[in-house]
């Protein structure tokens, strides 16, 4: 096969009217048949990557992902399944691979380094040093050592944490770092023990902190988490140490984009910057992680994109080994059926498992931050009827509810502020990291259908309006993800956010901001389903504030 346009070549820089020779999987000669830019015929440009993601969380298996992705030019992303690692441990990572393998798209997997995230919250599963052997010894498409959230545990030689990084370097591996909010000589002391790679930043200080002391960094632009603004002007001095990721992505944002929409923001600010910018979506992670992905260079595979133009970037095709896996929008990726895996253990629930005793007059409150995974910690009055302290949908302060999916449980019940529901509740069994079930609601009733629907379903999305009219997404596998037709699960998670957001939430993405509520290692305050947890401190605390004493772990 030969293909004709005009060639992007972001090593040396330039864009040459040539053809490429494709023999099988690989780029057997590239031409150069002009040094003029043909303005009549398409670009040629190397895939895009994304340099970290779950692909878990666009509840989607790696095969709907994957048919979903080339449409916008990604040819490869470097995958983090510890969200089903946390519920199903290594063999939760060999289903993610066995899966991926069913398709012509190029995942990298990264082993665990974090099962579960803390032990301040009950996983479904422990990911162990021998486990992160065993994956590196018998899987190929295990790449890396996936991020270390446990900073503290790095910092403080904990010998677990340690043995985790110390098999990377013994397999040659990379190490991914998640650092949010290290500075100084801690975030030197993270970076020095291996850790090479920062998602977490939000700030561009922040940032250029971890840049001095050789960190790469990369620009996070996801379905809750939006840091592109915040960091795209490191763009111009440190492109050489920056990639683009989407970290958690859901599925109608996966619909309308991926790494490409970063692409062509990065462009409209730096309209210069097309080698750069290209660097950043298309080289350095497939260098960094060393990815078996081609950059249009003879014998690389024949891994590229077509773009119509360079104004648009719109992407009209996607090749993989020399074979197209999308056209004009349309994925030409086949459509297969995914086996289930599941772990699902507790009961259903009553409203009055909910109720709270009011022990003081004021509160703790989780205050959620639109776009962000941090939260702040805020102390509001309660609101207390017959002796309880109840959702005040006048102030936006809900209750919310952690419960333990793994055994039956008592709930974990804390207050939440900025979901803005005036009815109902929205319940979730991605909650990361150790995706228990988590929902907020305005009464015990609704908070007790949102969830009970989740385990009837043994797992989802939820929402329960007051006259009781709801909505499930349901996902089987892992509580996580649906192997049905990813454009399917699109649409209907399209139609669950605007029924949630029908109850009052103003959020952009109120169900995948639920999902983070529970993610103990995001400061500020979060909630377990042990109780409420300041991040800070990484001790629980009280729910009243007359009762502020904080309590070291002892699980």
Do not use: W
């Not at 422990?126 to 270390?148: C, K, R």
């Not at 009055?381 to 002796?387: G, L, M, S, T, V």
């Not at 900025?418 to 908070?447: K, M, P, R, Y």
Request: aromatic share 8%; net charge negative; proline share 5%.
């Amino acid at each position: 096969m030969q293909i004709e346009g005009n060639i992007i070549d972001i090593f040396n820089k330039k864009i040459f009217f040539g053809s490429i020779k494709i023999n099988g999987p690989k780029i057997e000669h590239i031409q150069e048949l002009s040094t003029q830019i043909d303005p009549t015929s398409p670009y040629i440009c190397p895939g895009f990557v994304d340099a970290h993601v779950h692909v878990e969380s666009s509840m989607l298996t790696p095969i709907q992902f994957a048919r979903l992705a080339v449409v916008h030019g990604t040819v490869a992303t470097v995958s983090d399944p510890h969200e089903i690692g946390n519920v199903l441990g290594k063999e939760g990572v060999e289903y993610m691979i066995h899966n991926g393998r069913q398709t012509p798209f190029k995942f990298c997997f990264g082993a665990p380094s974090c099962v579960p995230a803390t032990i301040f919250e009950t996983a479904g599963a422990t990911i162990t040093p021998s486990d992160i052997q065993y994956l590196f010894e018998n899987y190929p498409e295990v790449g890396y050592l996936a991020e270390v959230m446990n900073f503290p545990g790095v910092l403080n030689q904990d010998p677990d944490m340690m043995a985790k990084i110390a098999l990377a370097q013994q397999f040659a591996k990379p190490v991914d770092g998640h650092a949010p909010g290290l500075r100084g000589e801690d975030a030197k002391h993270y970076i020095e023990a291996g850790c090479q790679t920062d998602h977490e930043c939000f700030t561009i200080e922040e940032a250029l902190d971890k840049l001095q002391y050789g960190m790469k960094i990369l620009i996070r632009e996801g379905s809750a988490a939006k840091n592109f603004e915040a960091l795209i002007d490191l763009l111009p001095a440190h492109f050489e140490q920056l990639m683009f990721c989407s970290d958690d992505k859901h599925p109608d944002s996966l619909v309308a984009g991926h790494i490409n929409q970063l692409v062509q923001r990065a462009l409209t600010k730096y309209p210069t910057l097309l080698f750069e910018t290209l660097q950043v979506a298309c080289v350095n992670p497939v260098l960094h992680y060393k990815l078996p992905v081609g950059l249009l260079r003879e014998g690389d595979d024949a891994d590229f994109i077509i773009l119509n133009n360079l104004s648009e970037l719109s992407v009209s095709a996607t090749y993989l080994n020399g074979i197209k896996v999308s056209n004009n929008g349309q994925t030409l990726i086949e459509n297969k059926v995914s086996s289930l895996v599941n772990q699902f253990e507790c009961s259903l629930t009553k409203p009055e498992d909910f109720d709270v005793e009011a022990l003081g007059t004021s509160i703790h409150v989780i205050e959620a931050i639109d776009g962000q995974l941090i939260t702040k910690l805020g102390i509001y009055n309660a609101k207390i009827i017959d002796k309880h302290v109840v959702s005040d949908t006048e102030q936006d302060v809900l209750k919310i509810v952690v419960l333990n999916r793994y055994k039956p449980e008592k709930p974990a019940i804390g207050f939440i502020k900025n979901f803005g529901l005036f009815q109902g509740a929205i319940a979730s069994t991605v909650a990361h990291d150790s995706h228990n079930i988590i929902a907020v609601g305005v009464d015990n009733t609704c908070i007790c259908k949102a969830i009970n629907l989740l385990i009837t379903a043994q797992g989802g999305v939820s929402a329960v309006a007051s006259d009781g009219t709801n909505q499930v997404l349901e996902l089987p596998i892992g509580g996580l993800m649906s192997g049905d037709d990813g454009y399917s699960v699109a649409e209907n998670y399209s139609a669950i956010d605007n029924f949630a957001k029908q109850l009052g939430s103003k959020l952009t993405s109120p169900f995948m901001t639920l999902s983070f509520m529970a993610l103990l290692v995001i400061p500020e305050i979060k909630l377990s389903n042990f109780g409420l947890f300041d991040g800070k401190s990484f001790a629980f605390t009280n729910l009243f504030a007359n009762l502020n004493q904080q309590t070291k772990n002892t699980v």
